[in-house]
């Protein structure tokens, strides 16, 4: 439990935060890796023409989970505390990687996929308890350094992707079972829990500025700009988490390789770039930073979908991973800045937001995937007959389809953060006047 009196140690707790996001980043890495094996192994043999679906579905209810406990655990974490949300995070992450491996070992039928289900369920429980607790911690701690903090804090999140997207790559390679990437996630969770238990936490920036309860709620009517930044979550989402899990199964059609090394990829230069999302943010303002993202995610998503080659690929997936890089630290960072008295809750509903988008938006790319794969086969019966360069193609044209429909995204938010932006400059330029004017009085 949190303790207002006993001092704090800000290292040791940025240090927690940090494992804490590389966790859920080791987990989301984890969940690429397993992706194709979860389809061959199960939903394929449940369900062929829809397998693509099911498994949009399962990956789904990770977000589920995380948007769930966001949504709640973001409105109680000032009564459950941070320590005991982070540990519960932990519990998560071990329990939900343990049931993965139970319905491996099982035969194929309704109870593997329902425990594939569970837990996935209780790795997204956790995912979303780590951003409960996490994102508050630092903006109580960082107060006049958010939009550099959290970008900080989030970079670990790319970080582990790295790892444990590389080391899906070398389960691979040396045919190690998929079933050992869920063993990664244990680690850093048991360590995460031992260094909770013995530290001591702040209290939320709302509770600190003595907000009351209710008025944290009474904020969310006060601020209707806030809810056109909720909205805007769904969509820079959207364009960052849904093409990351989907990538090993679709890129590497596309672009004869393991679409896992673009993610490493990407999440490599994530890590980096968000290290300087500071100056840039002063530079642009962090509106004019979300701007420029969506541009760019936009087109890079675009040319991931067209890429033929793994030069092309990377070429493209720089450009995507360069647009996404900031938006959601930075869009928590805004909403935080602006609106300090929405607390941890307005937080939460960003993190909801977000999880939301990726639960409505990988069954439909699952859905796309699969009417686009028995389309180019013709039927149902001649997909189940095709093999090798045949397959691969059809499965190719399918992952095109789908990485397609999701480029569109991003350009919806172009307008809208043009609309924000323009306007935040009207705004200073007033203040500055009216400041000039009374300096000249």
């Given at each position: 439990?949190?303790?207002?009196?006993?001092?704090?140690?800000r290292?040791?707790?940025?240090?927690?935060?940090?494992?804490?996001?590389?966790?859920?980043g080791l987990?989301?890495?984890?969940?690429?890796?397993i992706?194709?094996?979860?389809?061959?192994d199960?939903?394929d043999?449940?369900?062929?023409?829809?397998?693509?679906?099911?498994?949009?579905?399962?990956?789904?209810i990770?977000?589920?989970g995380?948007?769930?406990?966001?949504?709640?655990?973001?409105?109680l974490?000032?009564l459950?505390?941070?320590?005991?949300?982070?540990?519960?995070?932990?519990?998560?992450?071990?329990?939900?990687?343990?049931?993965?491996?139970?319905?491996?070992?099982?035969?194929?039928?309704?109870l593997?996929?329902?425990?594939?289900?569970?837990?996935?369920l209780?790795?997204?429980?956790?995912?979303?308890?780590?951003?409960?607790?996490?994102?508050?911690?630092?903006?109580?701690?960082?107060?006049?350094?958010?939009?550099?903090?959290?970008n900080?804090?989030?970079?670990?999140?790319?970080?582990?992707?790295v790892?444990?997207g590389?080391?899906?790559v070398?389960?691979?390679?040396?045919?190690?079972?998929?079933?050992?990437?869920?063993?990664?996630?244990i680690?850093?969770?048991l360590?995460?829990?031992?260094?909770?238990?013995?530290?001591s936490?702040p209290?939320?920036?709302r509770?600190?500025?003595?907000?009351?309860?209710?008025?944290?709620?009474?904020?969310?009517?006060?601020?209707?700009?806030?809810?056109?930044?909720?909205?805007?979550?769904?969509?820079?989402?959207?364009?960052?988490?849904?093409?990351?899990?989907?990538?090993n199964l679709?890129?590497?059609?596309?672009?004869?390789?393991?679409?896992?090394?673009?993610?490493?990829?990407?999440?490599?230069l994530?890590?980096?770039?968000?290290?300087?999302?500071?100056?840039?943010?002063k530079?642009?303002?962090?509106?004019?930073?979300?701007?420029?993202s969506?541009?760019?995610?936009?087109?890079?998503?675009?040319?991931?979908?067209?890429?033929?080659s793994?030069?092309?690929?990377f070429?493209?997936?720089t450009?995507?991973?360069?647009?996404?890089?900031?938006?959601?630290?930075?869009?928590?960072?805004?909403?935080?800045?602006?609106?300090?008295?929405?607390?941890?809750?307005m937080?939460?509903?960003?993190?909801f937001?977000?999880?939301?988008?990726?639960?409505?938006?990988?069954?439909?790319?699952?859905e796309?995937f699969?009417?686009?794969?028995?389309?180019?086969?013709?039927?149902?019966?001649?997909l189940?007959?095709?093999?090798?360069?045949?397959?691969?193609?059809?499965?190719?044209y399918?992952?095109v389809e789908?990485?397609?429909?999701?480029?569109?995204?991003?350009?919806?938010?172009?307008?809208?953060?043009?609309?924000?932006?323009?306007?935040?400059?009207t705004?200073?330029?007033?203040?500055?006047?009216?400041?000039?004017s009374?300096?000249?009085?």
């Open positions: 439990m949190s303790s207002v009196h006993a001092p704090l140690d290292a040791r707790l940025f240090l927690i935060g940090n494992l804490s996001i590389f966790m859920i987990g989301f890495a984890v969940r690429a890796n992706a194709p094996n979860l389809q061959a199960i939903y043999h449940i369900d062929l023409a829809r397998s693509a679906a099911m498994l949009g579905e399962a990956l789904g990770t977000f589920t995380f948007a769930l406990t966001l949504l709640f655990g973001s409105a974490v000032d459950i505390g941070m320590k005991r949300m982070l540990l519960l995070s932990a519990l998560g992450y071990v329990l939900g990687a343990v049931l993965i491996i139970m319905a491996a070992l099982l035969p194929v039928d309704g593997a996929a329902n425990l594939v289900l569970a837990g996935l209780l790795t997204g429980l956790g995912w979303g308890a780590v951003e409960a607790a996490s994102n508050p911690m630092i903006a109580a701690l960082y107060p006049d350094e958010k939009t550099s903090r959290l900080i804090l989030h970079a670990w999140w790319p970080a582990g992707i790892v444990g590389l080391l899906g070398l389960f691979s390679y040396l045919n190690i079972p998929w079933q050992v990437n869920l063993f990664i996630l680690i850093p969770a360590v995460m829990a031992w260094l909770v238990s013995r530290a936490f209290e939320t920036e509770v600190a500025a003595g907000v009351g309860y209710g008025d944290m709620f009474k904020e969310l009517l006060r601020q209707p700009l806030f809810w056109l930044f909720w909205l805007c979550m769904w969509g820079t989402a959207a364009a960052e988490l849904a093409p990351g899990q989907w990538v679709a890129l590497s059609r596309i672009v004869g390789m393991q679409g896992i090394l673009l993610l490493v990829y990407v999440s490599a994530m890590f980096v770039m968000r290290h300087f999302a500071g100056p840039l943010a530079r642009l303002s962090a509106v004019g930073l979300l701007w420029l969506s541009l760019l995610a936009a087109v890079g998503l675009y040319l991931l979908s067209i890429a033929e793994p030069a092309a690929a070429g493209a997936a450009v995507w991973g360069m647009g996404v890089c900031y938006m959601w630290p930075t869009m928590l960072a805004t909403v935080s800045e602006r609106f300090p008295k929405g607390g941890a809750l937080l939460g509903l960003m993190g937001a977000g999880g939301m988008a990726i639960q409505f938006l990988l069954p439909k790319m699952g796309i699969d009417q686009a794969k028995v389309e180019a086969a013709g039927s149902v019966e001649l189940a007959g095709l093999s090798g360069a045949e397959l691969d193609e059809v499965l190719r399918a992952s789908s990485f397609q429909s999701v480029a569109v995204v991003p350009l919806l938010l172009i307008p809208i953060f043009t609309v924000i932006w323009l306007r935040d400059r705004v200073k330029r007033g203040v500055e006047q009216d400041r000039l009374s300096s000249r009085v």
